[in-house]
């Protein structure tokens, strides 16, 4: 079992930035491939980004390239997610999850935290 804990959410103004960290523990966290996904009210899980279990590859969805950097630390088993130029349309509750291959698909990730609410408000 891998247990992961999302931190760093809130009230943002659009425009503005958070930075979300996710901190993990039980398995071995370098041997997993990271990813945030975020959920709005009525909508469905939709993958944010994710990092290689290297850290070396990335990979972002449209809505969030050139806004968002996804980075990871083994060290200290945890991922974050910097936010920058906010947009109302990013509201919703981001959820940090695990997965044993590479994958944009919510239903290949092992492990979820229970997420963490990001409100931006226009």
């Known amino acids: 079992q891998m247990q992961l804990v999302e931190s760093g959410g809130g009230l943002v103004q659009a425009g503005g930035s958070l930075r979300l960290s996710c901190a993990a523990s039980?398995?071995?966290?370098?041997?997993?491939?990271m990813g945030w996904f975020r959920q709005a009210p009525g909508k469905e899980r939709e993958f944010v980004a994710r990092?290689?279990?290297?850290?070396?590859?990335?990979y972002y969805a449209d809505s969030v390239k050139g806004r968002f950097t996804i980075s990871r630390d083994n060290a200290k088993n945890t991922v974050t997610l910097q936010m920058d130029s906010l947009k109302p349309e990013d509201t919703g509750v981001y959820l940090c999850?695990?997965?044993?291959?590479?994958?944009?698909?919510?239903?290949?990730?092992?492990?979820w935290g229970q997420g963490t609410q990001v409100t931006v408000s226009s």
């Open positions: 990092i290689a279990w290297s850290g070396r590859s990335t």
């Open positions: 999850a695990a997965s044993s291959g590479s994958t944009t698909r919510a239903s290949s990730y092992d492990y």
């Open positions: 039980g398995r071995t966290f370098s041997s997993y491939v």
